[in-house]
């Protein structure tokens, strides 16, 4: 049981934790000032509740360790994140695709996990949902901007779509990990997660005149550690000083 | 030397929020329990926005304020739940934050509402209720960045989070 949750917890963290970084990539980047400075508070959104997350889940875990050493210190077969999150930022449009399906995702699941039997996970979901709904209002209006803007935003949306749609599936993917935690009630009912995703997605992609795609090709892996070359790269800039000057403080 | 936890708020009136400082750490609503125990002192925060970088800052500011007064046996704990709102803003707060330039949270409809209508932040300096949002983020994870259409002053807006 503590196993299953330590582990769930790091799927938690090291989403908000690999996007977070993805996002940070962005700060000086950002195609106008305003975007530059929302898509780091988003990162910085998303880096606060991987903190909170991998605090506890060090407690849970009982081996001593911190936040900080779960952050830096794991190899890439030991991170849980999906596949989608790890995804290069490429353009704007590939950034805020990625984004929208993920808030479309995340914004339910915290709803869920408000309920959770535990209190700690239902405190941080309950934290997290308030920013939550600003990045699912944020990346869902750009989606519908771009989506239905010029033909040159157009096209590069549907085509950020073609290419991270069969990323999406994993959003959904479950294992006995979520079977031991929903007996216990940790997770509670998921069962409408996927059909609510779905609404959301068809409704916003719709108004933003995309079409999803007809290629239903699953990309997974991530749940289990098995990750794209990306994240040895992120990995590579995110553990850098820890490496180098291990215990390093400032 | 005896203290009442009374004292203790009204020491803790004289700590600013680094971001806004017109703020005190009690108006922002941060502080949601202080306890005595013999001469150790427990206040106990909750943090704004999960990333907020000034928590650590704000910490260390409570226990310094404190230690000047005399306390020297003072611990800081930070709990999550319940999750802070801006409803917890003190109207003190809300009426500082608009002299200082920055438009206090208006009653926003649930962020869940795609395509809902826009809300309407008077500007702080003019009043005028035609103002623009210029984007959702702003300075910091807790403020707006808006513009007054009729004065032409950008201004920060302290979002509503429920």
Redesign the interface.
Known sequence: MENALFEYLLRLGDDSLILGHRLSEWCGHGPIL??D??LT?????????A??IFEYAGKVEGKGRSEDDLAFLRFDKDYRNLLLVERPNGDFGVTIMRQFLFDAYR?PLFERLVNSSD??I???A???L??T??H???S??WVIRLGDGTEESHNRMQDALNDLWKYAAELFYEDEVDATLKASGVLPDMDSLKSEWEQTVT??LEEATLKIPENNWKQEGGRKGLHTEHLGYILAELQYMQRAYPNMEW | MVISTEEIWGYLEEVFDPEVPVLTVVDLGVVRKVELDGDACKVTIT?T?????AMKRIEDDIVEKLKEKGIENVTVDL???????TDWLSENGKRKLKEYGIAPPENEP???V?FAEPIVVPCPKCDSKDTRL??????T?CKA?YQCNDCLEPFDYF?C??
């Open positions: 305003e975007e400075i929302a508070n988003l990162s910085l959104d998303l880096i606060g509740q903190t909170a914004k209190e700690m239902a405190a941080i309950a934290k997290s308030k920013e709904k600003y699912l209002k944020h869902s209006e409704a916003v | 943090p926005y999960s990333g907020c970088p709990v999550l739940a319940p999750a802070w709102t649930d962020k869940s795609l210029v984007s959702q983020f702003g300075s994870a960045h979002k989070l429920r």
